[in-house]
């Protein structure tokens, strides 16, 4: 902004937005697609287009279950891509591990509170909402370095940032949080934090207040 239309770096104010935590209320649908043995769920909500990099994502899933591990992957979302989504689920054999459930309303709700480990696999972002509501719900997240993820999270700290476009790095990063319970926690429990102190919708509104606070003490020529 400041080069596109020359505004004093002095005149540009960042807020950040935010978002409220997501109230449990999982849907008897998903609490029926959940294994009996205790297998890991992962969870991905967007929709269905060639931004949010599923098939990447399906691939990487791929790389995780040849290393021998198991896993329930739940594909929430609809879009265009959902036929040839499947289809390659199909040609990977990825049929028992891989679920596209279409649509979900109120999914940070009835949805993610199931699942064990969110994911975004996204080629590029702006400031996901999702993964507020993923960080809210101290979820231990692995998503792309795309948009404002490297901003809310920092990796290895409350999450695992990936490049992306990256299957083999998407799976390796899988393979350490299902291997290991403890970080799981942690990297969960650090992002809900990093979600209280930064990202709620209260201080989103705060902030504006207090922009609009300066703004007209600055028009009234009082001091700021």
Known sequence: MRKLYGIPEERIHVIWNGSE?????????????????GTPVICSISTLIPQKGLEDLIRAMAIVRDAGR???LLL???????????????????????????????????ALPACDIFVQSSHWEAMSVVILEAMAAAKPIVATAVGE?????????NGLLVPPGDPPAFAAAML??????????RLGLAAQSRFRETLTIEQMIRRHEDLYSRLLDARQGRPT
């Open 176 to 185: 350490r949080l299902l291997d290991d319970q403890a970080l799981r926690t």
């Open 76 to 110: 929430i979302g609809e879009g265009r891509l959902r036929g040839a989504l499947q289809d390659l689920t199909t040609r990977l054999g990825l049929q028992e591990s891989i679920q596209l459930l279409g649509w979900v309303n109120d999914a940070s709700r009835r």
């Open 70 to 72: 198991r896993f329930r």
């Open 149 to 157: 993820n490297g901003r809310v999270m920092e990796n290895n700290m």
């Open 21 to 37: 935590p997501p109230q449990p209320d999982v849907s008897p649908e998903i609490l029926a697609l959940l294994p009996a043995d």
